[in-house]
């Protein structure tokens, strides 16, 4: 059967391998978001119980060599959902498909580590098969919404030389209109890609995108880490698949964004724990 992404006009970046391609897509032909409506930010609730929740936490305050290795970072890495927006991209899907709590109840398993991300991830889509026409109306309907303050974050590391990705376990078509958005080029993402037949039937999703299966973020930061000469990158994240990013030859750091999600287990083992993008931003003027 054929396979189609969102859209057939696929421009593949020169890569040395082949399964880390970043296709160009065209997301529905949408246009660059405006800020008054697709993209609008929304304020956070979490932030505000930083000083009642954050207290049993030892690492609320980054010690000097992990400041240091933020600011003098080559590259920053970010994850998308829960972390770059404010919602998990397959849930909001899902439940725009009326399998909402379903597949809820299977990313938080997935993000916690309890279950591979893999089988998570094969186990959502199979609840309720997206088509490529439900994904369009999809992204038409239900924009994606940016979290507070990382627009002026990518801005500031862009401004001072770091380059930025988004590493991601969400769909490609769902990510390109954040990173048009937000000014990140779109070879700069790794994340999934859906695939769909020649009706536009959902038929799976790209298995050999390294962001598919747990540990995938740490294959992808590495490439990131050869093929750029990069010697010091930073992931930021709210999950376990980011925490897994942090290892010898991936991530250096690993900054746990807790704005949207406070997942403790991963929250405690973070270089340094954040739950306003204020923090970091400040740590850069």
């Known amino acids: 059967m054929e396979s189609l992404t969102l859209n057939a006009r696929i421009v593949a970046p020169t890569r040395p ?7 160009l897509i065209n997301p529905l032909r949408l246009k660059r978001p405006s800020k008054d409506l697709s993209f609008m ?16 936490f030892n690492n609320t305050c980054p010690s000097k060599e992990v400041l240091e290795g933020w600011r003098n970072a080559d590259a920053v890495c970010f994850d998308v959902d829960s972390t770059v927006c404010l919602d998990e991209g397959i849930d909001e899907l899902a439940e725009f498909c009326g399998a909402g709590q379903a597949v809820a109840e299977w990313t938080s398993r997935a993000m916690s580590g309890s279950v591979p991300f893999e089988e998570a991830l094969a186990a959502r889509l199979s609840i309720f098969n997206p088509s490529l026409s439900t994904v369009c109306e999809f992204l038409e309907k239900r924009p994606p919404r ?6 002026q974050l990518i801005k500031k590391l862009k401004a001072k030389g770091t380059n930025v990705y988004l590493v991601s376990g969400g769909f490609r078509q769902m990510i390109q209109p954040v990173a048009l958005h ?15 037949g020649s009706s536009g039937e959902f038929v799976g999703f790209d298995k050999n995108e390294p962001t598919s299966r747990s540990g995938g973020k740490a294959v992808a930061v590495q490439h ?12 930021v994240g709210d999950g376990q698949t980011d925490l897994e990013a942090r290892k010898p030859g991936g991530a250096n750091l690993f900054i746990c964004y807790a704005g949207v999600q406070l997942r403790e287990a991963v929250a405690t083992k973070a270089d340094w724990l954040v739950f306003d993008f204020q923090d970091l931003i400040k740590t850069l003027e």
Not at 182 to 196: K, R, S
């Open 182 to 196: 937000l000014g990140i080029p779109v070879q700069n993402i790794f994340a999934n890609q859906l695939l769909f």
């Open 41 to 56: 930010t929304t304020a956070a609730s979490i932030p505000q119980a930083k000083a009642s929740i954050g207290l049993h």
């Open 224 to 235: 990131i880490k050869e093929v750029h000469k990069y010697e010091a990158v930073v992931m």
């Open 146 to 151: 940016i979290s507070p303050g990382i627009d």
């Open 17 to 23: 391998i082949r399964r880390f391609r970043s296709p």
